[in-house]
Nanobody
């Protein structure tokens, strides 16, 4: 069993900051990709930022220069530092990971989601 547990969402004012965390636990041999998606009301889920399996980072154009993804491999945790938040960043943020389990198969997993609201 694999779990992704997110924390750190909440309410921020425009121009403010929030930091999200996502910790993976369970039967994990290797984490190939791990990052963040978001879904605003009546919109499709979109990639925000992610570590790709080659070690590189990928960002949505809308968050470049404002959001930073980082990770702690020992803790199997990724972080999303969100600065200069805008009302259009309001969404439910989901952690996503492509995980190889001990018996060799890779599966995708989602966290439960954490609400981020940017409003004055």
């Amino acid at each position: 069993q694999v779990q992704l547990v997110e924390s750190g969402g909440g309410l921020a004012q425009p121009g403010g900051s929030l930091r999200l965390s996502c910790a993976a636990s369970g039967s994990i041999l290797r984490i190939n990709d791990m990052g963040w998606y978001r879904q605003a009301p009546e919109k499709q889920r979109e990639l925000v930022a992610s570590f790709i399996r080659d070690g590189s980072r990928k960002y949505a154009d809308s968050v470049k220069g404002r959001f930073t993804i980082s990770r702690d491999n020992v803790k199997r945790t990724v972080y999303l530092q969100m600065n200069d938040l805008k009302p259009e960043d309001t969404a439910v943020y989901y952690c996503n990971a492509a995980i190889v389990r001990p018996w060799g198969d890779e599966r995708g997993y989602w966290g439960q989601g954490t609400q981020v609201t940017v409003s004055s």
